[in-house]
């Protein structure tokens, strides 16, 4: 079932149940493991069960939901056309479902990433049915930007605040002021559209090439990040799919090739809490990654490759490139990235260049662009704060 090692019947409190979808990609991890720290801190008269949010409720399981205080759709790009069934199956009659449910830190999934797409985001007409259903129940919904919170206000869904994604926040740092004194070590996070993009492969490959003799100039210690498994055993598990497991494999080997230091560190929010915590600094494609580093004022530069990216700009602020110019959605385009003949994803020209070029810039002035993130971040923990106090 995927609960929690927290059993109904051992439960000192009452409960939240929240549906969470971490199976492989370590960003994911880490929305549920900062999701449950706030919990506890926010919210301590309530406790935590966690089920996994790509299954279908059993009996025992609507049960447990049905006696929960809220059921919390947690995290994630979950707001998506077939957000119900096909992110959360649920059951297949939503009135069996009896306790109120809510939505926290959740996000729409764009590849264009643009504000005029918010304007006529496609969703199903079960989707729609479920998010009717979230309204009727008339509690406060969270979610990860103002993309997604317009996506839902145009269609009538009013009761939702911009709380960003619940990875965004550390207690332990929120009075700690970006400091840089020497930068040691540098992680380059992979993106995941060079598996279908013959264009932002070779932007990857030549960014990873620009860093890497900055680095060797610098005297920095570079290390790429996957954070998808590179392994077969996860190969049937969420975004490790055979296309996805093959291009990863071959980038190994291109890596290895150039003499570049690689890491996996898929599987685990500890994975990329302890690597990250060793570096001074992110570059690259992972909007995780770019959201931790920020969590606990380190300096982050991000290549956005789709429109978490782009909407994550409006946020929190920060360094975001935008990688890519267009992204073609037609049928036409559709049938083409199918056999492989185009991706439909066009990278921006002169992306490494422009990247090297703002590492560069930010070393000079200290990076000082990215110390005014710290207030915003805190500032929307204050909204977040606001969503949470008025739970049940």
């Given at each position: 079932?995927?609960?929690?090692?927290?059993s109904?019947?051992?439960?000192?409190?009452?409960?939240?149940?929240?549906?969470?979808?971490?199976k492989?990609?370590?960003?994911?991890?880490?929305?549920?493991?900062?999701?449950?720290?706030?919990?506890?801190?926010?919210?301590p008269?309530?406790?935590?069960?966690?089920?996994?949010?790509?299954?279908?409720?059993?009996?025992?399981?609507?049960?447990?939901?049905?006696?929960?205080?809220?059921?919390?759709?947690?995290?994630?790009?979950a707001?998506?056309?077939?957000?119900?069934?096909?992110?959360?199956?649920?059951?297949?009659d939503?009135?069996?479902?009896?306790?109120?449910?809510?939505?926290?830190?959740?996000?729409?999934?764009?590849?264009?990433?643009?504000?005029?797409?918010?304007?006529?985001?496609?969703?199903?007409?079960?989707?729609?049915k479920?998010?009717?259903?979230?309204?009727?129940?008339?509690?406060?919904?969270?979610?990860?930007?103002?993309?997604?919170?317009?996506?839902?206000?145009?269609?009538?869904?009013?009761n939702?605040?911009?709380?960003?994604?619940?990875?965004?926040?550390?207690?332990d740092?929120?009075?700690?002021?970006?400091?840089?004194?020497?930068?040691?070590?540098?992680?380059?996070?992979?993106?995941?559209?060079?598996?279908?993009?013959?264009?932002?492969?070779?932007?990857?490959?030549?960014?990873?090439?620009?860093?890497?003799?900055?680095c060797?100039?610098?005297?920095?210690?570079?290390?790429?990040?996957?954070?998808h498994?590179?392994?077969?055993?996860?190969?049937?598990?969420?975004?490790?799919?055979?296309?996805?497991?093959?291009?990863?494999?071959?980038?190994?080997?291109?890596?290895?090739?150039?003499?570049?230091?690689?890491?996996?560190?898929?599987?685990?929010?500890?994975?990329?809490?302890?690597?990250?915590?060793?570096?001074?600094?992110?570059?690259?494609?992972?909007?995780?990654?770019?959201?931790?580093?920020n969590?606990?004022?380190?300096?982050?530069?991000?290549?956005?490759?789709?429109?978490?990216?782009?909407?994550?700009?409006?946020?929190?602020?920060?360094?975001?490139?935008?990688?890519?110019?267009?992204?073609?959605?037609?049928?036409?385009?559709?049938?083409?990235?199918?056999?492989?003949?185009?991706?439909?994803?066009?990278?921006?020209?002169?992306?490494?260049?422009?990247?090297?070029?703002?590492?560069?810039?930010?070393?000079?002035?200290?990076?000082?662009?990215?110390?005014?993130?710290?207030?915003?971040?805190?500032?929307?923990?204050?909204v977040?704060?606001?969503?949470?106090?008025?739970?049940?």
């Open positions: 079932m995927g609960v929690s090692s927290l109904e019947n051992k439960l000192s409190n009452k409960y939240y149940v929240i549906l969470t979808g971490s492989n990609n370590a960003g994911d991890f880490l929305i549920k493991y900062r999701a449950k720290e706030i919990l506890k801190i926010e919210r008269d309530r406790d935590i069960i966690d089920i996994d949010g790509w299954k279908a409720f059993d009996e025992k399981t609507l049960q447990i939901v049905n006696n929960a205080e809220a059921l919390i759709l947690m995290g994630g790009p707001l998506q056309r077939d957000m119900y069934p096909k992110v959360y199956p649920l059951v297949s939503l009135t069996k479902i009896t306790t109120k449910i809510t939505m926290m830190g959740v996000g729409w999934k764009s590849l264009s990433g643009n504000w005029e797409d918010t304007k006529n985001y496609p969703l199903s007409n079960s989707t729609r479920l998010l009717k259903r979230i309204e009727r129940d008339n509690l406060l919904s969270s979610v990860r930007d103002y993309h997604t919170k317009n996506v839902l206000n145009n269609i009538g869904f009013s939702v605040l911009m709380t960003g994604c619940p990875a965004t926040y550390v207690h740092f929120f009075d700690e002021k970006l400091e840089i004194k020497k930068i040691n070590k540098l992680a380059f996070s992979l993106g995941v559209s060079f598996i279908n993009s013959k264009e932002m492969l070779i932007q990857m490959e030549e960014s990873i090439l620009k860093v890497k003799e900055y060797l100039n610098n005297e920095i210690k570079l290390e790429i990040v996957f954070h498994s590179t392994k077969k055993e996860f190969l049937n598990t969420h975004g490790a799919f055979s296309k996805h497991l093959k291009e990863h494999l071959k980038f190994i080997d291109w890596l290895e090739k150039n003499d570049i230091i690689w890491k996996d560190i898929s599987g685990s929010a500890k994975n990329l809490i302890a690597y990250y915590q060793d570096c001074d600094i992110h570059v690259g494609y992972r909007v995780h990654a770019h959201i931790f580093m969590s606990i004022s380190k300096p982050s530069i991000l290549i956005a490759e789709d429109g978490r990216g782009k909407a994550l700009r409006r946020v929190f602020g920060g360094v975001v490139i935008d990688g890519f110019s267009t992204v073609s959605t037609s049928f036409i385009a559709k049938v083409f990235k199918k056999l492989g003949v185009f991706s439909g994803i066009l990278g921006h020209e002169g992306i490494p260049e422009e990247l090297l070029e703002t590492l560069m810039y930010q070393q000079r002035i200290n990076f000082n662009q990215l110390g005014s993130t710290r207030n915003v971040i805190n500032s929307n923990y204050s977040l704060k606001q969503f949470l106090s008025k739970l049940p």
